[in-house]
């Protein structure tokens, strides 16, 4: 017995429209391809937040450090150092001050010794802790 094609009314054509079945498949498939498209870009919102906070948090820091810098320079002039040897002296600006306190020296000798300190980047108010913190001595003849 010989096998016959199936009648024409029952073979699928390429444009006979899909099956219930094939559509709910291929609504899914949709489904799954849109929820992992959305991962995909919420690692990516998280990432570029991430970095853009990294990059801020970084600029305040290299102004904070500038601005201690220039702390600094302001206090090594010749009268806040003979100020700061008759005892501390302190200068403070938008967001840094300085002060300065004589430095204990076992030995009297030509050049007494200044402790200079900058503080800059205050986040959380002048009472907070600063960002950056420069700490250095000066000298200055007796």
């Known amino acids: ?5 199936p009648p024409a009314a029952m073979a699928k054509t390429p444009t006979s429209a899909p099956s219930r079945r094939e559509r709910g498949a291929a609504l899914l498939e949709a489904a ?7 991962l ?10 991430r970095a853009g906070a990294a990059g801020a948090a ?10 201690a810098e220039s702390a600094l320079e ?6 806040f150092l003979a100020a700061a040897l008759e005892g501390e002296a302190a200068l403070s600006g938008e967001g840094w001050r300085l002060s ?7 030995e009297e000798g030509p050049l007494a010794l200044v402790r200079l300190v900058a503080e800059a980047g205050f ?4 009472d907070g802790a ?13």
């Open 74 to 79: 302001r206090g090594s002039a010749p009268g």
């Open 32 to 38: 799954v391809a849109l929820a992992l498209m959305a």
């Open 123 to 126: 986040p959380e108010g002048e």
């Open 100 to 106: 300065a306190l004589p430095f204990p020296t076992e």
């Open 130 to 142: 600063p960002l950056v913190r420069l700490e250095t001595l000066r000298s200055l003849p007796r």
């Open 58 to 67: 970084a600029e305040a820091r290299l102004e904070a450090l500038a601005l």
């Open 40 to 49: 995909v870009a919420a690692a990516g919102f998280t990432a570029f937040g």
């Open 1 to 5: 017995m010989a096998r016959t094609a």
